[in-house]
């Protein structure tokens, strides 16, 4: 099974930015992505890009200031996280995806009981 193991979170101002990585022990998910859940709030699906195609997805939330990339070669996907809003605050998780029918955009709302595999997440701070 696939091992996710995500860094770079940390504790930043409101207009900051952050880059999170992902590093998987095997990259062969047809799907990539990362999803956020802040304490009390539900899970939200964040970004998502397809492994042979390139195809990216965002949520409304995030679109214009997140960017979500990959190496495959290193077996990493990232996030850029720019234009940082206290409301980003949360834990944030990397996920596998295969069974997209060929859509990422369906990474975005599946339940982690759906993925292929799921990390232990990174930690992001907004203050205002």
């Known amino acids: 099974q696939v091992q996710l193991v995500e860094s770079g979170g940390g504790s930043v101002q409101a207009g900051g930015s952050l880059r999170l990585s992902c590093v998987a022990s095997e990259y062969t998910s047809f799907c990539m992505g990362w999803f956020r859940q802040a304490p009390g709030e539900e899970r939200e699906g964040v970004a998502a890009i397809s492994t042979t195609d390139g195809n990216i997805y965002y949520s409304h939330s995030v679109k214009g200031r997140f960017t979500i990339s990959q190496d495959k070669a290193r077996k990493t996907v990232y996030l850029e996280m720019n234009d940082l809003k206290p409301e980003d605050t949360a834990m944030y998780h990397c996920?596998?995806?295969?069974?997209?029918?060929?859509?990422?955009?369906?990474?975005?709302?599946?339940?982690?009981?759906?993925?292929?595999?799921w990390g232990q997440g990174t930690l992001v701070n907004v203050s205002s």
């Open positions: 996920l596998a995806y295969s069974r997209s029918g060929g859509y990422c955009y369906r990474a975005l709302d599946r339940e982690t009981q759906d993925f292929d595999a």
